[in-house]
């Protein structure tokens, strides 16, 4: 069973730093784009930042020159460093990978919360 595990989620100050984690694991063939979304509080998921097989990076305009997207493939794991949060960063944060099994499928992970908070 394929999971995406997410990790470094919590309470910061406006202006400081976090940096998320995700790790896949299971049984898979290949993992091609990894990436992250958040939802922010009462509106619908939004896309943050992916990055592709070769880390090519993409960012929403959001956080672009804020957050830096970069992924481990040895370890599975895809990183979200987020420098110069805003209160309006508050969200869940969550993890999305294309992994292959038989066929490339979507998974996502459980969320780990992000408050921007003084």
């Known amino acids: 069973q394929v999971q995406l595990v997410e990790s470094g989620g919590g309470l910061v100050q406006p202006g400081g730093s976090l940096r998320l984690s995700c790790a896949a694991s299971g049984s898979f063939v290949a993992i091609s784009n990894m990436g992250w979304y958040r939802q922010l509080p009462g509106k619908g998921r939004e896309w943050v930042a992916s990055?592709?097989?070769?880390?090519?990076?993409t960012y929403a305009d959001s956080v672009k020159g804020r957050f830096t997207i970069s992924r481990d493939n040895a370890k599975n794991t895809v990183y979200l460093q987020m420098d110069s949060l805003k209160p309006e960063d508050t969200a869940v944060y969550y993890c999305h990978a294309n992994i292959k099994i038989l066929t490339f499928d979507s998974f996502w992970g459980q969320g780990t919360q992000v408050t921007v908070s003084s």
């Open positions: 990055a592709t097989h070769a880390g090519t990076p």
